[in-house]
């Protein structure tokens, strides 16, 4: 391709790319340093390869990132060095003691509009599941149900008396907040269980109800409200005022006005796409912009963040809740895969800019970060998450344990979450009951395969073969993408799936070629996009399309044995022996029996 086509070719394929965003991921680190020799013509990979190096560039004229560029708000600590986020589907519930007065100042409008969905202004319901499998919305919708109760939340897998289980281009910014005034949330310590303190609770799906899933919450209890204040307040005032209600998949927009959320996604997206294209194209300056938005977020004193996650996904309201962060925070940080990723493709490749020195300062501050995960009561509460939460701690943790040598831990944690939070993730048709519980069950079911698919990659990377782990009910990974190629989207956006479709064509094969069908039908550019580049089966040396390559054609890794669990007849997952209820986010729960009928789906034929 001439360097004039090429650069018209890679135009087209940014703008067209700009509407989707490449998912959490693990890239091989050997696929990628074989496929950096100049003289290996790689047709089939090569516009998803200009793509990524033409992305490199972009996103380095937007960084580099911290999470101390504040906006105005402090976390509860004071310590611009904490990452802050707040809850995505919470949103304030004033109802002030005294009617006919807007108590906020220049509000502009309420926030308790039925219609104020950040994501397009459509109020979800849930659909209970259709035997066709097919999210039709013929079926009865699901009403959630609230009521108060005691909060009590899960910190490991032992047993308690309780049956609940609360389961734009910009400069370096400055070292401080300079000149601003800040606000500053309320002090507290983030400490998970209240006693005896109650709240108003979600429930997911009740099979039948024949009202809409969030009109419950839309209601105000009478029998309690809000003192009224005695003069008008600013609308930051709701933070520690007003309680907050829970929307599922309604996303609050004030949320984006913190950094702390685009801060790391970019910043874990560009340092990838950096370091791999320097791989490719041995440019210093990829390796430079790498090795300076690592440093920078992670490293740099005055830019660092403190290596844990006190304040991520604060729900917002008066009181020690308004005050600390959720279970549901860490997930704000599984870009952090991706950073790994970088820095073990910045050293394979011997990047200059990545000394020991370094190397050694972000060895450290994950140690202390994984220290945190397994000590802190939000970590543990996320660790044993039955949904994408656990599946995407689970990617968080291997990652880290990688980057310090530590493969035997990262083995570890792989194999015990195929060995049990999996096992109830996915049903015999191929369904993923606890994310098509959810009011965007096809979001949250591309969402948790993201992570299963990065787990079983970094599993391949590790020389295990967890492509072929199977459900208690017989499902693999290929079974859930398989199920989700085939059921309806509504109005989610189809080509969020198209990735997982990619990866599990090159996992698994395309003999029949329905995979590529289904690509071309979704995203008829999908070769020219970034992940088209790594999900090539080469980039997965331990899946089964990999073993089915002649030998000459494979890297031999050490096999590790994965069991074949029989298929079951349907039984509660396992996270129900100690809790009648589980929290999939904060403040929405799950029954056994809401599960159910996801589980009892029949399997489709091809």
């Known amino acids: 391709m001439s360097a004039k086509s090429r650069s018209v070719a890679v135009s087209i394929l940014i703008i067209s790319s700009a509407a989707l965003g490449d998912p959490n991921d693990w890239i091989n680190v050997g696929y990628i340093k074989r496929n950096a020799d100049p003289s290996d013509v790689r047709s089939t990979t090569s516009d998803a390869e200009q793509a990524i190096v033409h992305s490199a560039d972009t996103y380095a004229q937007k960084g580099p990132w911290s999470v101390t560029n504040v906006k105005g708000v402090l976390p509860p600590s004071g310590d611009i060095h904490d ?6 589907y919470h949103w304030p519930n004033c109802n002030w003691c005294t009617s006919g007065r807007n108590h906020l100042a220049h509000t502009g409008g309420s926030s308790n509009d039925a219609n104020s969905d950040g994501e397009g202004g459509t109020s979800d319901t849930f659909s209970s599941p259709s035997t066709s499998g097919a999210d039709s919305g013929s079926g009865p919708s699901l009403q959630a149900r609230h009521r108060r109760m005691n909060r009590v939340r899960l910190n490991g897998l032992a047993h308690v008396s309780q049956r609940s289980i609360p389961l734009a281009p910009q400069h370096l910014p400055d070292s401080s907040p300079g000149d ?10 983030p400490a998970l269980t209240q006693t005896g303190a109650e709240s108003e609770r979600t429930y997911a799906p009740s099979a039948g109800s024949p009202t809409p899933a969030q009109a419950a919450a839309k209601k105000a209890n009478k029998s309690a409200c809000t003192p009224s204040p005695t003069k008008s307040l600013p609308p930051s005032a709701t933070w520690t005022t007003c309680p907050y209600v829970v929307r599922d998949g309604q996303v609050n927009p004030d949320v ?25 194209e041995g440019s210093p300056e990829h390796s430079r912009n790498a090795a300076a938005f690592v440093e920078w977020f992670f490293l740099n004193a005055p830019t660092r963040m403190n290596p844990n996650m006190n304040f991520g996904q604060i729900v917002r309201g008066p009181g020690p809740k308004g005050r600390q962060g959720t279970f549901t925070g860490v997930l704000d940080l599984r870009g952090i895969v991706k950073v790994v990723n970088a820095v073990q493709i910045l050293r394979t490749s011997g990047s200059p800019e990545w000394t020991d020195n370094k190397h050694q300062g972000m060895v450290e501050w994950s140690t202390e ?36 040598g530590n493969n035997q831990r990262a083995r570890q944690f792989l194999q015990e979450f195929f060995s049990k939070q999996f096992m109830d993730q996915i049903a015999a048709s191929g369904e993923q009951p606890f994310e098509a519980a959810r009011t965007r069950p096809f979001h949250y079911r591309c969402f948790n395969l993201e992570a299963l698919i ?18 208690k009910y017989g499902g693999t990974i290929q079974t859930a993408v398989d199920y989700t190629m085939r059921v309806g989207t509504k109005t989610e956006d189809i ?25 071309r039908r979704i995203l008829p550019n999908y070769q020219s996009k970034p992940f088209w580049y790594y999900d090539q089966t080469a980039a997965i040396s331990n899946s089964p399309a990999a073993k089915k ?17 029989g298929v079951f007849g349907f039984e509660c997952p ?25 589980y009892e789906i029949p399997q489709l034929s091809e």
């Open 256 to 280: 984006r006005t913190l950094n702390g959320v685009g801060a790391i996604g970019e910043a874990s997206q560009a340092t990838l796409y950096n370091a791999i294209a320097y791989a490719l």
């Open 495 to 519: 080509t969020e799936l198209a990735p997982h479709v990619a990866a599990v064509a090159a996992a698994y094969g395309d003999p029949s070629g329905k995979y590529s069908a289904y690509l």
């Open 180 to 189: 601003q005034s800040p606000i500053q949330l309320p002090v507290s310590i």
């Open 454 to 471: 990065t787990n079983a990659k970094l599993g391949d990377q590790l020389g295990l073969n967890l492509w072929s782990a199977k459900s």
């Open 549 to 565: 390559r002649p030998i000459a054609q494979r890297r031999e890794e050490p096999e590790v044995e994965t069991s074949d669990f």
């Open 83 to 88: 990452y802050l986020s707040w809850a995505p």
């Open 574 to 598: 396992e996270v129900f022996k100690w809790a009648d209820e589980v929290e999939l986010e904060d403040d929405l729960f799950v029954t056994c029996e809401m599960l159910r009928p996801f």
């Open 369 to 404: 970060y994984v220290n945190w995960l397994d000590t802190s009561d939000i970590g543990k509460s996320t660790a044993t998450r039955p949904n994408n939460h656990g599946t995407f701690y689970v990617s968080q943790v291997t990652a880290l344990s990688l980057l310090s």
